[in-house]
């Protein structure tokens, strides 16, 4: 286990993690080099090379913004619209650029920002990846002052050319201190039953001890504060709390998209459907038995429409997949009655519950097989997020450790072979449908898992690799 819940669960913008986030945070990364090598004095020219799919798909998704932000030493999760705004007004009117917030150069994007889309960027020998981007930064008389190569790997992560492995079986033991690491679903329900812990209770032990290593990543978290000197206790508490305010950011994504009508951007002139869904549903809802799973649908497209317009969204596993997880996590609080009279915190437990399990089945996905759209199709963004919801939804109904990974099986059983097909490039049609319909399967692939005690015979690792192989099948055609 490399990764945190809070690496896995990002604050960004949309409208995709692999081809906005991700790049963003590259070139916030290369401008952050840039000023830790003390090179931005020596700078004249910036040279930014997008390869592949962030070339074929760069304009629909806005990586050229995002790149061009990120160069000016801002970062997704932190970033208002406002300031985006005024930046690029003054690098494309302007041709000025902030480099890192403070250096000043000439860049024309005609010049500088390249869109080489009939290549992917190498690395060792014929092994590319469909994210490739490059900056070169250069000196007064022409020499290469600094350089470096990025991949967006799918969530918002991005690993430099040096540590790009196209080989998830690759990945390098952990070198992060925490008392539970697994690196399979076998590991980690042996792990559990060993150590008579639930899976949220071994990735909340897991989550506290990485606070040290990950905790200036983590915006919902003080990195002030003397995170080596809290007790147990006190550490739980932090994590409890992040994964709160996280969740509050997703409710309010969720909200405005309930609350906004209008056309998406793009051209597509798609229309958003979230609200006129809700405002019938509020009409006529008490009468449909099936209506808790219109309104699993509403809050699933509210959220991939506020990311198709650009909005705030967290990655769940990734932007393109935002609204499962959050759809999955509201119909939990608004539809299924578990409020203890004994524990008036019974929901927030539960949902703490639910994204500790939702993040745990995530990074076995991540570190084993991919969460890229690019890479493997959308049954890495979409069939994972269901996978993601289908066990998290379990465990906030204080399911057994056997039924959380069933229902994740069943949850990317139904995804498999789901290809990631934007039309235009947008990430709007069948992505926002999409989400929905994967929220709806989460909740159908947890009450399955729960009404089954007979056992089931493919095990969530066999279906992630199953996923990764068919995705690697279906890349080339």
Known sequence: MNTSLFELFKIGIGPSSS??????????????????????????????????????????????????????????????????????????EDHRMPVAGTQEIDFKIDRDLLFHRDQMYPTVGTTTHPNGLRFTAFAADGST?????????????????????????????????????????EELLSLAEGHHLTIPELMMANETALLDVTSITRPTIDPAAPVSALTQQQREEKVRASILSLWETMRSCMDRGIATQGILPGGLSVRRRAARLAERLRKDGS???????????VYAMAVNEENAA??????????????????????YLEFIDDR??????????GIIRYFLTAAAIGILYKENASISGAEVGCQGEVGVACSMAAGGLVAALSGTNAEIEHAAEIGMEHNLGMTCDPIGGL?????????AMGAVKAVNASRMSMHEDAGHKVTLDQVIKTMYQTGLDMQSR
């Open 19 to 92: 081809h906005t986030v991700g790049p963003m945070r590259a070139s916030f990364a290369f401008a952050t080099l840039l000023s830790d090598q003390n090179s931005l004095q020596r700078l004249s020219r910036l040279q930014i090379d997008l390869y592949g799919s962030l070339a074929l798909t760069g304009i629909g998704h806005g990586t050229d913004n995002a790149v061009l932000i990120g160069i000016c030493g801002e970062a997704p999760d932190r970033v208002t619209p406002e300031r985006m705004s005024e930046l690029l007004h003054r690098i494309r």
């Open 145 to 185: 002052s600094a350089t470096q190569v990025y991949y967006s790997i799918g969530g918002g992560f991005v690993v430099t050319a040096d540590h790009f492995s196209a080989d998830a079986s690759a990945i390098p033991t952990s070198t992060r201190s925490m008392p539970y690491p697994f690196r399979s679903a």
């Open 287 to 297: 009468r449909d038995p099936l209506a808790p799973l219109d309104w699993v649908t």
């Open 310 to 331: 650009g909005g705030r969204v967290v990655t769940a596993p990734t932007n393109g997949a935002a609204g499962v997880v959050p759809a999955v996590a509201r119909y």
């Open 340 to 349: 203890s009279e004994a524990n008036p915190h019974a929901k927030d437990d």
């Open 427 to 435: 990430v709007q049609i069948p992505c926002i449908e999409r989400n």
